[in-house]
C-alpha cells in the first residue's frame, strides 16, 4: 500500500508556517466558524476555492460537486446552503464553473461513462435548450467554454430558486448570489454579470432572450 506520510509531512510544515505568520489562527479557528461567503464550485482538483481567491481558512464555505451542479433534490448542497444562509448568515453566494471542465464536456459529447450519466443529464438538457446558440461556434472547445458559461448561470438561478433564498429575501435577509467563472489557463476568475439579490433580479434575468 502506497504511504500518505509525505502529506502528513507536509501538513506539518504547513501547520508550522502558519503559527510562524500568526500565532493566534489556530485558536481563532478552533473557537468560531464565520465565513463571509459560500462557494458553490465544482469537484475539480485545480479549481481549489480559498488559493484562487486568496481567502484563508475559515473565510470560506464550501461545497463542490462535479461540474458544479445545483439540483433540488440533492439534500447534499441543499443542507450546505441552509446552514450557509440560516445558520452562518452567509450574504454573498458564489457560483463558480471553470473554462473545459470535463463533466461538461462529457455532457456535451454525450458519451455513456456510467453512474454519473445521471448527474449529467442536467447539464446536456440545458445543452439541448441552448443548442441553436452552441451550434454557432466554430468549434467544440468553444462549444464546451460556453456550456460551461451558461451551466454557471443556469445555477445561480438554481441557487435564487430554492426555498433556502426564496424564504431568506421574503423575511428581507440580505443574500446575493453571483455567477463565476475560473480560467484554469491563466488562473482568473471572470464575473459573467448574473447578479441576483431579490425575486425581482431573478425575474428580470430569467426573462432575457
Known amino acids: 500500500m502506497p504511504s500518505l506520510v509525505h502529506l502528513l509531512e507536509q501538513n506539518e510544515r504547513w501547520a508550522r508556517d502558519m503559527l510562524a505568520r500568526d500565532p493566534e489562527c489556530f485558536l481563532r479557528l478552533s473557537r468560531q466558524q464565520a465565513p463571509q461567503y459560500l462557494w458553490i464550485g465544482c469537484a475539480d482538483s485545480r479549481v481549489p476555492a480559498n488559493q484562487i481567491t486568496g481567502l484563508a481558512p475559515g473565510e ?3 461545497h463542490r460537486n462535479v461540474a458544479n451542479l445545483v439540483i433540488h ?3 447534499n448542497m441543499l443542507s450546505v446552503l441552509q446552514y450557509a444562509v440560516d445558520v452562518l448568515g452567509i450574504r454573498d453566494i458564489m ?3 471553470h ?3 470535463g463533466g461538461v464536456r462529457a ?3 454525450a458519451k455513456p461513462l456510467g453512474l454519473i450519466d445521471n448527474w ?3 447539464i446536456q438538457d440545458l445543452a439541448r435548450q441552448s443548442r441553436p446558440e452552441l451550434d454557432a461556434l466554430q468549434s467544440e472547445d468553444a462549444r464546451v467554454a460556453r456550456l460551461c458559461e451558461l451551466n454557471v448561470i443556469e445555477q445561480v438561478f ?3 430558486e430554492t426555498t433556502v433564498v426564496a424564504s431568506a429575501w421574503a423575511r428581507n435577509q440580505p443574500v ?3 455567477g463565476w467563472i475560473y480560467d484554469v489557463g491563466d488562473g482568473r476568475i471572470r464575473d459573467l454579470g448574473v447578479e441576483l439579490s431579490s425575486l425581482a433580479d431573478l425575474e428580470r434575468h430569467r426573462s432575457r432572450p
Do not use: P
Open 60 to 62: 470560506v464555505f464550501v
Open 73 to 75: 433534490t440533492d439534500l
Open 95 to 97: 457560483v463558480c464553473g
Open 99 to 101: 473554462y473545459g471542465c
Open 107 to 109: 455532457a456535451l459529447q
Open 120 to 122: 449529467l443529464r442536467h
Open 158 to 160: 438554481h441557487v435564487a
Open 176 to 178: 446575493t448570489v453571483h
